[in-house]
């Protein structure tokens, strides 16, 4: 997969282009490119994908709050297991959000040979949101290419949407948001040192140095799959605030791993998401807090062994 600029040189080849902002590239998504590969493959076109480093939402609305499901490289290689062709990440900005709808095509025919183009159902574009997948239609007729308008996909009778994943996640339902997504959900980052609360409490855990725009799931306590250098192991997180020692407002990541004393420290860990266990909530004391612990992880272990 190439990644393409504004400012390079025009690419010649005929281009089936696959426009979204494909925060999470759930399993809609991922129908959406694989439907435009195909047709791409059978026309003798080159794929690509035209998205955003940002979520637009987050510009137009100056929701400074929200988060992305996918970070700037889980969103690049989500792209390259799909075997794009071509990718173009675009930062939207005033000159995109005030852009005419048929001026927004001439944009990306600067850079691409487009002769077919597949969206979503609920695809929008160009100022306002004026554009529509009917007037991307009747935009194709002037400019020369085709226009393919994916339906939506349905999980458990439910629309799939990057909306609705991360209103599951806040919520702490990870099934369901996995179920979306086609993979679990999961954070990375290079393990740091901690306050050593879980080590003295006898769960030593890992901690993660999160990255700021990443969503993390509802604060709380979770079935975990931890990754290290290619390796799973069952684990144990708790995502929150630590209640019964802090009281700065903080969010950790921090994971017990089932079974395993190796030092982890600056290592890049990968903590994938995959039952809710239980709230996080202030307790009395530390034994307390060793008495929940010890709890959450026999449940853990249930979940894993089938219990659940």
């Excluded at 900005?93 to 850079?111: F, G, T």
């Excluded at 487009?114 to 007729?141: M, Q």
Aim: with cysteine; aromatic share 12%.
């Amino acid at each position: 997969m190439k990644n393409i600029r504004y400012d390079t040189e025009y690419i010649k080849e005929p281009i089936l282009l696959c426009i979204g902002t494909f925060d999470g590239v759930h399993v809609g998504h991922q129908k959406l490119i694989r439907d435009g590969k195909k047709i791409a493959e059978e026309s003798g076109f080159l794929s690509a994908v035209y998205s955003f480093e940002n979520i637009p939402a987050s510009y137009l609305f100056r929701e400074t709050e929200k988060k992305n499901l996918f970070t700037h490289h889980e969103k690049i290689n989500a792209f390259n297991r799909l075997k794009i062709d071509y990718l173009w990440l675009d930062f939207f900005d005033n000159h995109i959000a005030n852009v005419e709808p048929e001026d927004y095509i001439k944009y990306l025919q600067k850079v691409l040979n487009v002769k077919h183009i597949v969206v979503g159902f609920n695809f929008r574009f160009g100022k306002d949101a004026k554009g529509t997948p009917d007037s991307l239609k009747e935009l194709g007729k002037k400019y020369g290419f085709e226009v393919t308008v994916i339906d939506p996909v349905m999980v458990n009778g439910v629309t799939v949407s990057s909306s609705q994943i991360r209103q599951y996640l806040t919520e702490g339902q990870v099934g369901k948001a996995n179920a979306m997504l086609g993979d679990v959900y999961a954070v990375s980052g290079i393990v740091v040192h901690g306050k050593k609360i879980g080590a003295s409490l006898g769960f030593p855990t890992i901690n993660l140095h999160q990255e700021e725009r990443k969503l993390l799931p509802k604060c709380g306590v979770y079935a975990t799959i931890t990754n290290i250098s290619g390796q799973d192991y069952q684990s144990i997180t708790n995502v929150g605030i630590r209640p019964t020692f802090f009281d700065d407002g903080e969010v950790t990541v921090e994971t017990h791993i089932l079974d395993f004393n190796e030092n982890c420290y600056s290592k890049h860990v990968t903590v994938g998401f995959v039952q809710f266990i239980s709230e996080e909530i202030k307790l009395a004391d530390k034994q307390a807090l060793k008495e929940k612990i010890a709890d959450d992880v026999v449940k853990t272990r249930q979940y894993f062994s089938g219990g659940n």
